[in-house]
Nanobody
Framework: QVQLVESGGGLVQAGGSLRVSCAASGRTFSSYTMGWFRQAPGKEREFVAAIRRSDGYTVYADSVKGRFTISRDNAKNVVYLQMNSLKPEDTAVYYC?????????????????WGQGTQVTVSS
């Protein structure tokens, strides 16, 4: 069982930066692939980024590639999402998730555990 708690969301102007964090409980954090997803009002949840458990390999959605960076600190049981050059269309609730798969999964159904989400609002 893994419990995930996101933090760091907030209001930022377009072009600004924000870092959201996800703290995980348990002693097996390093055995999980971690992902970030987001859901905007009236839209389905979409993949943002993932980091593989074994070697830190990362994968990103095209919409955030070059602007967002996912990273993890296995010693602290934390995964981060650094968001730069934010746009109003990045406004959403951001969720972190953990998957027991060995690959950097981009599909939400693969993930076993989810946090409650943190709101990110980008003003124009």
């Amino acid at each position: 069982q893994v419990q995930l708690v996101e933090s760091g969301g907030g209001l930022v102007q377009a072009g600004g930066s924000l870092r959201v964090s996800c703290a995980a409980s348990g002693r097996t954090f390093s055995s999980y692939t971690m992902g970030w997803f987001r859901q905007a009002p009236g839209k389905e949840r979409e993949f943002v980024a993932a980091i593989r458990r074994s070697d830190g390999y990362t994968v990103y959605a095209d919409s955030v590639k070059g602007r967002f960076t996912i990273s993890r600190d296995n010693a602290k049981n934390v995964v981060y999402l650094q968001m730069n050059s934010l746009k109003p269309e990045d406004t959403a609730v951001y969720y972190c998730a953990a998957a027991g798969t060995p690959w950097a999964a981009t599909t939400a159904t693969v993930y076993d555990y989810w946090g409650q989400g943190t709101q990110v609002t980008v003003s124009s």
